[in-house]
């Protein structure tokens, strides 16, 4: 599931990045595939988290009692808060034009950065919980962790530290 999720935002966010820079219907295609991928992690994630939750109902055992527990829980409510930030920096949506001119690249910069910010926490959810004593299989668990480390760090580099834009430029 964990991998499923960072697979699903992480190739989200890998559109949303090519899409910087191009303008008109490309933009609108690729953002659209954006939200898609998006809303698809944050379904697994929201499963994930339920399936864990009733599981732990039925064994009487207590909620949110480690780490893990709680960044996963953090996960959920930024991967919640983040597509609506998404919904209001799509123009498409309509719902940016409800912002003044001069605030509206703050809203999609706010969100591009929560973006990171979700898929980074999520990572840290992931690490600590393949660590856990119920979930560890040793060596797998280790190269699994840091098979995930470097997936996110590269995602969060490329999102952070280049620019597609100014690649497409120098390229002409
Ligand atoms: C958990 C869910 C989401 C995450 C983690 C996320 C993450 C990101 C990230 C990291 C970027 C910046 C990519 C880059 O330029 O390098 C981005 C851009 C964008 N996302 Fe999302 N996103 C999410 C959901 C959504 C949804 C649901 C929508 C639309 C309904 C959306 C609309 C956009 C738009 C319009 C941009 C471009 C903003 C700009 O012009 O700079 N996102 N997203």
Redesign the pocket.
């Known amino acids: 599931m964990s991998v499923g999720f960072l697979g699903l935002?992480g190739q989200?966010?890998?559109t949303?990045?090519s899409?910087?820079g191009l303008q008109g219907a490309e933009?609108s295609r690729l953002?659209?595939q954006?939200?898609?991928w998006?809303?698809a992690?944050?379904a697994l994630v929201a499963i994930a988290i339920w399936a864990v939750y009733q599981s732990k109902e039925i064994r009487g055992t207590p909620h949110f009692t480690n780490l893990h527990s709680w960044t996963g829980l953090a996960t959920l409510a930024?991967?919640?808060l983040?597509?609506?930030?998404?919904?209001l920096?799509?123009?498409?949506?309509g719902l940016?034009q409800l912002f003044p001119k001069g605030l509206q690249?703050v809203v999609?910069?706010a969100?591009?950065?929560?973006?990171?910010v979700?898929?980074l926490v999520a990572t840290a959810a992931m690490e600590l919980g393949l660590a856990m004593p119920t979930a560890y299989q040793g060596a797998l668990s280790r190269w699994m962790q840091v098979i995930i480390g470097i997936v996110a760090a590269l995602?969060a580099y490329?999102?952070?530290c280049?620019d597609?834009e100014a690649q497409r430029s120098k390229a002409q």
Request: aromatic fraction near 4%; hydrophobic fraction near 45%; avoid cysteine.
């Open positions: 935002v989200g966010i890998l949303a990045h899409a910087r933009r953002l659209t954006h939200a898609l998006q809303v992690g944050l930024l991967a919640t983040t597509p609506i930030g998404g919904a920096a799509f123009g498409k949506t940016l690249p999609k910069t969100h591009r950065n929560a973006g990171v979700t898929i995602i490329r999102a952070w280049s597609p």
